[in-house]
């Protein structure tokens, strides 16, 4: 029983429009990919009315739209993590400066884990991470005192030493000359803590200390990987491999670590490469990367390629890339998305690639499929995937602010009916024969709500409810008690007298619906809601029931109803059981399955008979979802 949540979608819904049936045949396929992102620009923007709780996931949302339809929005990473009681929430790494934990200045809002941020980073246990029973504190061992930590947001937006780690997001902490020209910024990820040490000039140090304390942990290291593990060798926590990179995206992978113990805690000595750091071409400020994963949190499935660097994986990073030129500097973007498993392919109406651009050109890529396996944490230009031009999107087009829609409809189709597997998309220039032809773009790293989204729009379910067929012979209970699960004869307080102040067919119909409302409402309040159509979205303990009225004039015009020598009249229910097929039960005799009709079934189109007229049964219908 769903009680208050139940008006309120009811009170919703009530002012939909009917659904509107968008099927795309075979003659709308051989349409280009162009021709049909603009001719379904319309319905895929259609006004939002809620989302369905119900179907949200860990990594998507489902939408009902105000023209019935439906629109389901994935990512490639999590954006809900389960909180106490099971329950799916919104992800919230954005930095507050009301934490939980006493002595501490920062923390991240909403997620299944926590970090904590003193108010200087010198202070023993500065930093703390937590998920579940376990902890990681730790503290730079040559912090100046004076230094103060600040949320990003406060940052002075002059100071471009912070654009390219902290753009747009408000998930960092910062503390500023942490050491003599060396600044360190914290940004909290779905799936980790992004450390960044900032070094402004060539005259930073280039080693960098740190003191960790374990709690319920001990560190383990194997092929150069160190991870924090528990007692039963689970691995909660581990250190991602570390690089650096120049102002001009120069990368290196030349950063060591070794890890030591201290007494009761370990000192974690990070050393930048030298040679790299006093090269001539090296373009202050540098940027340094020791990011601490939380393994498990969570899977991100996007990533880009970098031919200049083709040994280089940059699944961590919070931007991507596409462009340049072929033979130099080409650059392409990898991304997968989960697809939902409950819609059928004939359903969907449209389905497109969004993205969000950050900076450098106007772009003029491409989704394509993906033909092979790929991993983000491992996947370089020198083992990337091939894909295939067939079936490719639209050039990508600007639809609002700074976002990018590709359409992808065919695509997605072809992997939710299996006859692809889906690898995902790779984003390129279709050419790729200009070097300064790049665009940087947001990852699924980045902050919400700039993550790259797949949209899917879709007529309906392929879900019939809850309620298998159930045989009823009782004389005792009629259409509308069987329908409803309410074991009795309903007739809702219609009455000869309410019916024959009716003047047409219409008018009984009204009367019939405000009688059946009024009824519902007093004895199934929590347990009933109004839905639009036959194929409307309902929750998974629930099943779909239909109502619908039969009038049949004597000839005279006038309503004068008793079902004897005069005019005929009467209401029937049915219920949709989880096979498709709809279920009756005429008046006193028994109960049977609707021959003809199956879950694509519309009651519409159904012919109902009774008092010898072979279609009785013949107002619009009228449909409502009834609670288990």
Aim: proline share 3%; glycine share 6%; with cysteine.
């Amino acid at each position: 029983m769903k009680g208050d949540i139940y008006m309120k979608i009811k009170k919703i819904i009530i002012c939909l429009l009917l659904t509107m049936l968008i099927s795309l045949g075979t003659t709308s396929l051989a349409k280009s990919e162009q021709d049909m992102a603009e001719a379904q620009s319309v319905i895929q923007d259609a006004e939002r009315s809620f989302e369905l709780m119900e179907l949200r996931e860990n990594n998507s949302k489902t939408y009902l739209l105000k023209d019935g339809t439906y629109e389901y929005v994935g990512y490639a990473e999590d954006i809900h993590y389960k909180d106490a009681d099971g329950k799916l929430k919104e992800i919230d790494n954005a930095i507050t400066d009301k934490p939980r934990k006493d002595g501490y200045t920062y923390s991240n809002t909403a997620n299944a884990w926590h970090t904590y941020f003193a108010e200087c980073l010198c202070k023993k246990n500065a930093v703390v991470i937590e998920k579940d029973d376990y902890k990681i504190t730790f503290s730079m061992v040559d912090a100046k005192t004076q230094s103060r930590a600040m949320k990003s947001s406060a940052l002075d937006k002059s100071e471009s030493i912070f654009d390219k780690v902290l753009a747009c997001d408000n998930r960092a902490v910062v503390y500023k000359d942490a050491m003599k020209n060396v600044d360190v910024a914290y940004t909290v990820t779905t799936c980790g803590l992004k450390e960044d040490i900032l070094l402004r000039n060539a005259s930073a140090t280039n080693i960098f200390k740190f003191d960790f304390t374990l709690d319920g942990l001990s560190v383990f290291e194997k092929e150069g990987i160190v991870s924090f593990v528990n007692g039963g060798g689970e691995h909660i926590f581990e250190l991602a491999p570390m690089y650096m990179e120049d102002a001009n995206g120069k990368y290196c992978d030349k950063v060591s670590y070794t890890i030591e113990e201290n007494h009761d805690s370990y000192i974690l000595t990070i050393i930048a490469d030298k040679e790299f750091l006093n090269a001539p071409d090296t373009q202050f400020p540098v940027i340094i990367d020791p990011s601490i994963m939380i393994t498990g949190a969570t899977d991100t499935f996007d990533t880009y390629v970098d031919q200049e660097y083709p040994t280089k994986n940059y699944y961590l990073a919070t931007a991507q890339w596409t462009g340049g030129q072929y033979g130099i500097n080409a650059m392409r973007t990898y991304i997968k998305f989960n697809l939902p498993t409950n819609i059928p392919a004939a359903n969907i109406s449209s389905a497109y690639l969004r993205i969000e651009r950050i900076s450098y050109a106007a772009p003029t890529i491409k989704a394509y499929r993906v033909t092979g396996n790929w991993a983000s944490s491992s996947v370089t230009w020198n083992n990337k995937p091939g894909y295939t031009s067939t079936y490719a999107s639209a050039t990508a087009y600007n639809d609002s602010g700074n976002w990018y829609r590709m359409n992808a409809t065919t695509m997605v189709k072809h992997w939710i009916d299996g006859v692809y597997s889906n690898y995902g998309f790779v984003l390129k220039e279709p050419s790729e024969s200009d070097t300064n032809q790049k665009t940087r773009f947001y990852s699924s790293d980045a902050s919400s709500p700039h993550k790259p989204e797949l949209h899917i729009v879709f007529s309906s379910y392929d879900y019939y409810g809850c309620r298998p067929y159930e045989t009823q012979n009782s004389t005792g209970i009629n259409c509308a008690g069987y329908a409803l699960d309410y074991p009795s004869w309903i007739n809702f307080g219609i009455t000869l007298d309410g019916l024959n102040n009716c003047s047409n067919e219409a008018e009984l119909w009204t009367y019939t619906k405000n009688k059946v409302s009024s009824w519902l409402s007093s004895n199934m309040p929590s347990e009933y809601r109004s839905i639009s159509s036959y194929n409307s979205y309902i929750y998974s303990n629930d099943w779909r029931v239909v109502l619908r009225i039969g009038y049949k004039d004597d000839g005279d015009g006038i309503v004068d109803i008793d079902n004897l020598y005069n005019d005929y009249y009467d209401f029937h229910w049915w219920y949709q059981t989880n096979t498709g097929q709809w279920a009756e039960k005429p008046g006193q005799t028994p109960s049977h399955l609707v021959s003809g009709t199956s879950g694509s079934t519309n009651p519409y189109y159904v012919s109902w008979p009774c008092f010898g007229y072979s279609s009785f049964y013949n107002s619009i219908c009228k449909y409502y979802e009834i609670a288990e």
